[in-house]
C-alpha cells in the first residue's frame, strides 16, 4: 500500500492532525479559535513531557552504558594479562 516510510509517516501525520483539528473543533466552539496557538500549545506540552521522560532516564543510560565499558575494558585488560 505504502512504497515508502515518508508516505506511511505523512499518512500517520495527516490522520493525527485531523483527530486533532476534531478534538479542538469540539472542545471550543467559539468564533475565536485559534488553530495555530492550540496546535502550539500542544506542541509546548508534548516537548516538556518528552524532557521529563529524557530527565528520568538519561541517568539510569548513562550509568548503564558506563557499566558495560567498565566490564569491557576489564576483560580485556585480563585477556592481555594472561596472554603474556
Sequence with gaps: MFKSMKAKFAAVLAIITAFASSLVVSAD???SLNVSDAIGSGMTSVASEIMGVIGTV???AIGVVGAIIAIRFGINFM???FRG
Design 79 to 81: 585477556r592481555s594479562m
Design 29 to 31: 466552539p467559539a468564533p
Design 58 to 60: 538519561l541517568p539510569i
